[in-house]
């Protein structure tokens, strides 16, 4: 149970890529286009690993309060998740930017739940190997899947609805993991 659920953490956590990634033209440059989708993957990835890394060291200092982290560092994942779904679907969170430092930041941006969630899996006996591999898994496919998108109404509620079931998945962790684990 707890491999699938971190399973789908990983998975929801890979759609925050898609709306960095509708706004990419990739029929214009795919040159670029292939630059930008390895920069999206590798700053997710590594946001990731810092947070692993990080918890490591600093979440040690408030072991006693692990299920009170765990719970509310879900839940205002899956807040936040929720709160963006709406300016996703008005396309204010689809990013058009040609320059690539503009996506490397958007995509730091995008990468702070990843960091966070990376922190509290100290708490969480996990394999890092393994979740870093289903990360990378995910975030490709997703950030691949949005490059092939085009900006448009219903790519954009499509992205506001795998932002929702994300914000939902992460509601449900945080509260399996506060009170079941």
Known sequence: MLTVLVTLI???LSFHVLPLAIGININSNPLKSLLIFILIISIQVFIYWLGIRVGNVFMYLMDGF???IIFIGFLLIGIRMLMEVFNIRKGERSYSHEKLW???L???AQGINTFLVGLMFY???INVRYTLIVLLIAVS???LMGLFMKSQKLNLVFAS???AIGGLGMLF???FFAFYY
């Open 102 to 104: 503009h996506i490397a």
């Open 173 to 175: 962790s945080g509260c």
């Open 123 to 125: 708490y969480i006996p």
């Open 161 to 163: 609805l795998l932002y």
């Open 10 to 12: 990983m998975i929801f």
């Open 141 to 143: 496919i997703i950030s």
């Open 106 to 108: 958007a995509a730091l």
């Open 66 to 68: 692990s299920g009170v």
